[in-house]
Protein backbone atom coordinates (compact mmCIF):
# COMPACT_ATOMS: atom_id res chain seq x y z
CA UNK A 1 0.00 0.00 0.00
CA UNK A 2 0.65 3.78 -0.74
CA UNK A 3 3.17 4.82 2.60
CA UNK A 4 5.10 8.55 2.85
CA UNK A 5 7.30 7.94 5.95
CA UNK A 6 8.92 12.02 6.56
CA UNK A 7 12.36 12.50 8.89
CA UNK A 8 14.99 14.99 9.58
CA UNK A 9 12.43 17.17 12.48
CA UNK A 10 13.92 18.42 15.55
CA UNK A 11 14.92 21.49 17.98
CA UNK A 12 16.77 24.02 16.19
CA UNK A 13 17.67 27.44 17.07
CA UNK A 14 17.05 30.55 15.24
CA UNK A 15 19.16 30.66 11.96
CA UNK A 16 19.92 27.21 11.91
CA UNK A 17 18.81 24.73 9.18
CA UNK A 18 17.35 21.45 9.33
CA UNK A 19 16.50 19.01 6.21
CA UNK A 20 13.66 16.94 6.18
CA UNK A 21 13.02 14.09 4.12
CA UNK A 22 9.86 11.90 2.63
CA UNK A 23 10.32 8.44 1.58
CA UNK A 24 7.65 7.38 -0.81
CA UNK A 25 6.32 3.40 -1.14
CA UNK A 26 3.62 1.68 -3.17
CA UNK A 27 3.39 4.39 -6.35
CA UNK A 28 3.74 2.84 -9.54
CA UNK A 29 5.33 5.97 -11.08
CA UNK A 30 7.23 9.10 -9.60
CA UNK A 31 4.18 11.65 -8.86
CA UNK A 32 4.06 15.55 -7.70
CA UNK A 33 4.66 16.09 -4.28
CA UNK A 34 4.16 18.95 -1.67
CA UNK A 35 5.24 19.88 1.67
CA UNK A 36 2.52 21.39 4.22
CA UNK A 37 3.05 22.51 7.51
CA UNK A 38 0.37 23.11 10.84
CA UNK A 39 1.84 25.23 13.30
CA UNK A 40 -0.02 25.31 16.95
CA UNK A 41 -3.41 26.45 16.94
CA UNK A 42 -3.15 27.20 13.13
CA UNK A 43 -4.40 25.83 9.66
CA UNK A 44 -2.16 23.08 7.57
CA UNK A 45 -0.44 25.19 5.31
CA UNK A 46 0.99 24.29 1.67
CA UNK A 47 4.53 25.01 2.01
CA UNK A 48 6.50 23.60 -1.19
CA UNK A 49 5.23 22.04 -4.24
CA UNK A 50 7.78 19.63 -6.76
CA UNK A 51 6.38 17.80 -9.61
CA UNK A 52 7.07 14.83 -10.62
CA UNK A 53 10.37 15.85 -12.57
CA UNK A 54 11.53 18.21 -10.69
CA UNK A 55 11.11 20.58 -13.26
CA UNK A 56 9.00 22.85 -11.36
CA UNK A 57 8.95 23.70 -8.30
CA UNK A 58 6.87 26.51 -6.11
CA UNK A 59 6.72 27.82 -2.46
CA UNK A 60 4.85 29.83 0.17
CA UNK A 61 6.02 33.28 -0.06
CA UNK A 62 6.66 33.33 3.59
CA UNK A 63 9.38 30.33 2.73
CA UNK A 64 10.93 31.74 -0.46
CA UNK A 65 14.78 32.17 -0.42
CA UNK A 66 15.13 30.06 2.63
CA UNK A 67 13.86 26.77 2.17
CA UNK A 68 14.55 24.29 -0.94
CA UNK A 69 12.45 21.18 -2.06
CA UNK A 70 14.01 18.48 -4.55
CA UNK A 71 13.60 14.83 -4.90
CA UNK A 72 15.92 11.91 -5.90
CA UNK A 73 13.32 9.43 -7.81
CA UNK A 74 16.21 6.92 -7.99
CA UNK A 75 15.62 6.93 -3.78
CA UNK A 76 11.69 7.26 -4.01
CA UNK A 77 12.75 10.37 -1.33
CA UNK A 78 11.80 14.16 -1.28
CA UNK A 79 13.69 16.23 0.54
CA UNK A 80 13.13 19.69 2.29
CA UNK A 81 16.15 22.32 2.75
CA UNK A 82 15.37 24.48 5.34
CA UNK A 83 18.09 27.22 6.23
CA UNK A 84 17.65 30.54 8.06
CA UNK A 85 14.52 29.01 10.19
CA UNK A 86 12.40 31.92 12.96
CA UNK A 87 10.67 31.03 15.11
CA UNK A 88 7.81 30.87 13.13
CA UNK A 89 8.60 28.05 10.86
CA UNK A 90 7.49 25.45 14.26
CA UNK A 91 5.02 23.23 13.18
CA UNK A 92 4.53 19.55 12.20
CA UNK A 93 5.82 18.98 8.37
CA UNK A 94 3.81 17.00 6.20
CA UNK A 95 4.62 15.40 3.15
CA UNK A 96 2.16 14.93 0.95
CA UNK A 97 1.56 13.25 -2.45
CA UNK A 98 -2.40 13.83 -3.01
CA UNK A 99 -4.82 12.40 -1.29
CA UNK A 100 -1.89 10.52 0.31
CA UNK A 101 -0.13 12.28 3.74
CA UNK A 102 2.23 11.31 5.82
CA UNK A 103 2.26 11.08 9.71
CA UNK A 104 4.34 14.26 10.09
CA UNK A 105 7.67 15.22 11.67
CA UNK A 106 8.08 18.39 14.16
CA UNK A 107 10.10 21.31 14.04
CA UNK A 108 10.29 23.42 16.84
CA UNK A 109 13.10 26.26 16.01
CA UNK A 110 13.64 27.85 19.14
CA UNK A 111 16.65 29.50 21.92
Known amino acids: QVQLVESGGGLVQPGGSLRLSCVAS???????MRWYRQAPGKERELVAY????????NYADSVKGRFTISRDNAKNTVYLQMNSLEAEDTGVYYC?????WGQGTQVIVSS
Open 96 to 100: ASLPF
Open 26 to 32: GFTSSRP
Open 50 to 57: ISNTGGTT
